[in-house]
């Protein structure tokens, strides 16, 4: 009798492995370019789909970085081994429009039946990845926007209990925060994400021709000749006066760590980096989010979405294809973005989104106050041909030529007009080279 259940538990272990075999899940590629913690929930968000999932299993891999996930996929998709989807940042959107390597969002969702509804996406996010038609190639995935950071202890010594809602109204707090000992006031950096994007966005002023590049290749900068030029001048001043301060990795904190550790009473940056300060602010601290400020006079437009959209690439098989649409049907869902923003400080992409972490009682907990300003923020006005978005090629060489000329301004005492002039001009020079290597072609 014992041999005979040997034997049988044998047939059943064979039968159960060969049935495991026949039931082999589908595999597909997805490459992600967020490095860090990040990262890691890049790969628990994987995890995640993975144990939900008794068909498909994607299979992820992190690329160190956005920059080379973007050169990796091109280098790959050339050599035939490019992943079945692709994690990428905004700066990418306009290379990918015109690559011929992806298979645009709105098709994939229609061959394959996907759950999504595209008018449901927020208006600042839409906006910014979609066609000139208003179609999305892309599926919005983890974004974020730019909010002002206060310290509300520091601003109570003047009396404040509310943050400044103009710069106008800002310059008169430093001054007066100053007075009273607060050192500084505001610490700034080189990103242009801030001081250039989003300025200009909600302030309704253009960066390039051609509504930012969406009317064509064949656009020109010409953040030059607005507003921004007096803003950074401003900028300058408020440096000179010392009530801001340049704190990057070169000078050995960044503005995050500096606003956290109390060095700076305010600063302008991501969203993303909400749960980040919470985690290292200095003990005891007061601290909120509100929308930044504006100039006197403003009709406030949107802000501009940052992060990155995931997709999909030629090339691939139909299997594969099938996986892709249930992972991104289930990465776009309402419980899962609610997923997403309870471990990360990005933002709802639908306002399907937002409703389940309203009904969730997300936004009512202390630890989350002030989140929901990233989701008004997006959403504040229509997007208009400012604020929608930016189209433009090569886009973040542009952001470093510009951030060149920023350094220079504030270590170098260049004058603001003539290093901006600088930055515009071999911006140009960059926007026509890539003009050239899409000769001929149309922006869909």
């Known amino acids: 009798m014992a041999l005979k259940t040997v034997i049988a538990a044998s047939a059943l272990t064979l039968l159960a492995a060969g049935t495991a075999q026949g039931q082999e899940r589908i595999k597909f590629q997805y490459w992600y370019g967020l490095t860090g913690a990040l990262g890691d929930v890049m790969q628990e968000h994987c995890t995640e789909f993975n144990k939900a999932q008794t068909k498909f299993e994607a299979v992820c891999t992190g690329q160190g970085g956005y920059d080379k996930a973007e050169q990796n996929a091109i280098a790959a998709y050339r050599a035939g081994q490019q992943p079945t989807i692709l994690q990428l940042y905004d700066a990418g959107t306009l290379t990918f429009m015109l690559s011929d390597a992806v298979v645009p969002a709105i098709e994939l969702a229609k061959e394959y039946n996907m759950k999504i509804d595209w008018n449901d996406y927020i208006p600042g996010i839409k906006s910014y990845f979609s066609t000139s038609k208003g179609d999305l190639w892309s599926f919005p995935y983890n974004h974020s926007t730019a909010v002002f950071y206060w310290n509300k202890d520091e601003w109570a010594k003047i009396g404040k209990t509310e943050?400044?809602?103009?710069?106008?109204?800002?310059?008169?707090?430093?001054?007066?925060?100053?007075?009273?000992?607060?050192?500084?006031?505001?610490?700034?950096?080189?990103d242009t994400w801030q001081m250039l994007e989003q300025f200009s966005a909600m302030h309704d002023i253009p960066i390039a021709s051609l509504d930012n590049g969406y009317g064509g290749l064949s656009a020109e900068l010409v953040f030059n000749t607005t507003k921004f030029v007096d803003h950074v001048k401003n900028y300058k001043k408020w440096f000179d006066a010392k009530v801001l301060e340049i704190h990057t990795q070169q000078t050995g904190k960044t503005i995050e760590q500096a606003f956290a550790d109390g060095t700076c009473a305010s600063m302008l940056s991501s969203i993303a980096n909400f749960k980040t300060i919470d985690s290292t602010k200095k003990e005891g601290m007061n601290w909120g989010v509100a929308l930044m400020p504006v100039y006197e006079g403003t009709a406030r437009k949107n802000s501009l979405v940052g992060g990155a959209q995931l997709w999909v690439m030629k090339g691939k098989s139909k299997e594969e294809y099938e996986g892709a649409a249930a992972f991104l049907?289930?990465?776009?869902?309402?419980?899962?973005?609610?997923?997403?923003?309870?471990?990360?400080?990005?933002?709802?992409?639908?306002?399907?989104?937002?409703?389940?972490?309203?009904?969730?009682?997300?936004?009512?907990?202390?630890?989350?106050?002030g989140r929901e300003v990233a989701n008004a923020s997006l959403s504040i006005a229509e997007p208009t041909p400012n604020s929608r978005g930016i189209r433009l090629g090569n886009f973040t060489s542009i952001r470093a030529e510009l951030r060149t000329e920023l350094e220079a301004v504030f270590t170098q005492n260049k004058d603001v007009q003539a290093a901006i002039d600088s930055a515009v001009e071999r911006g140009n020079q960059i926007l026509r080279r890539y003009e050239q290597t899409y000769q001929g072609r149309s922006l869909p």
């Open 329 to 369: 049907d289930w990465v776009s869902s309402p419980e899962q973005q609610r997923w997403m923003n309870e471990k990360t400080g990005y933002i709802p992409l639908t306002m399907a989104g937002v409703k389940a972490l309203e009904e969730s009682g997300f936004y009512k907990d202390p630890a989350n106050a």
């Open 163 to 190: 943050p400044p809602q103009t710069w106008e109204e800002f310059e008169k707090d430093a001054l007066a925060l100053k007075e009273k000992g607060v050192g500084c006031v505001i610490g700034s950096s080189y």
